[in-house]
């Protein structure tokens, strides 16, 4: 069974106000992570808790999820600690208003896919499939978020490619596709994930096809080293942006976040 467009859901928006024409400087602060379904490395422990408070505590705006469970019938029976809520919901609390979930792999007890949660109205969403061939499921989910003060709405994109490198240059150019199809060219935009771009094929293909910057290799001249965790070897999560700036890119801490994801989270402050 493969994702659609309409396997989406998101709090109900609240009524804002229309942007001042002059849009004012603004910044705000962003956090990818893959969550990987709310278990620690090889599945040993169900950490959905713990993980809640570590996301809480970086104070990010907008949080882009990848590994993000639905449902999962077996894992609510086995499990004492296991939420009713879907993960996504869980995570938002009263902290996010707005979320966005992209349903992309589905199974016989659930399924699971990317996540947004914001701070700021989320105005649309959409899942798209980039799913190319066998088991893996994949998706782009696209949010436009409506920010204070500004006339232009930002878009942001949450990533997880496939592990083959065949798929993940088909799929990097199905999402610049949609850059270029969905997004007005001076529109500001985040895109951000769980790339698995090892071989670091990802930077020029995006900056030729969508004119999108890394900001680690921005900042430093490299991706951050995210996985595994605990000793970080290889660059497979990014930050990207057009029509911003990001300040301060840091991976965060292997405490406590060694314990509670295989991939070591990043986080950037965005400006406008």
Same mark, same amino acid.
């Given at each position: 069974m493969s994702p659609s467009a309409t396997d989406t859901r998101a709090r109900r928006k609240p009524v804002v106000k229309a942007a001042t024409s002059a849009d004012a400087a603004f910044s705000f602060k962003v956090l990818t992570v893959n969550i990987h379904k709310g278990f620690?490395?090889?599945? +040993?422990?169900?950490?959905?808790? =713990?993980? +809640? =408070? &570590?996301? @809480?505590s970086v104070g990010a705006d907008v949080v882009f999820l990848q590994e993000v469970t639905g449902t999962h019938r077996k894992h609510a029976e086995k499990f004492d600690n296991y939420p009713d809520a879907p993960h996504y919901e869980f995570l938002a609390d009263t902290i996010w208003p707005e979320f966005a979930y992209g349903r992309n792999a589905v199974y016989t007890n659930g399924h699971h896919g990317n996540a947004v949660l914001s701070k700021f109205p989320i105005v649309r969403f959409e899942n798209h499939d980039v799913s190319i061939s066998g088991p893996e499921r994949r998706g782009l989910l696209h949010c436009e978020l409506q920010l204070p003060g500004h006339s232009k709405n930002i878009h942001a994109i949450c990533v997880h490619l496939g592990l083959m490198e065949a798929h993940r240059t088909q799929q990097i150019k199905m999402l610049c596709d949609l850059v270029r199809k969905d997004i007005p060219a001076r529109a500001p935009l985040v895109v951000a994930g769980d790339f698995n771009d090892w071989r670091h094929r990802a930077h020029a293909q995006l900056k030729r096809g969508a004119d999108l #910057?890394?900001?680690?290799? !921005?900042? #430093?001249? !490299? &991706? $951050? @080293?995210?996985?595994? $965790? +605990?000793?970080?070897?290889? @660059?497979?999560? +990014?930050?990207?942006? @057009?029509? $911003?700036? $990001?300040h301060a890119p840091v991976v965060l801490p292997s405490k406590p976040w060694s314990h509670l994801s295989d991939h070591a989270p990043l986080a950037a402050e965005i400006h406008l």
């Open positions: 620690t490395f090889f599945n +040993r422990k169900f950490i959905l808790t =713990e993980l +809640r =408070e &570590a996301v @809480r #910057h890394e900001v680690f290799v !921005q900042a #430093h001249g !490299q &991706a $951050a @080293r995210t996985f595994p $965790a +605990r000793l970080p070897l290889l @660059r497979l999560d +990014r930050i990207y942006v @057009r029509n $911003a700036l $990001a």
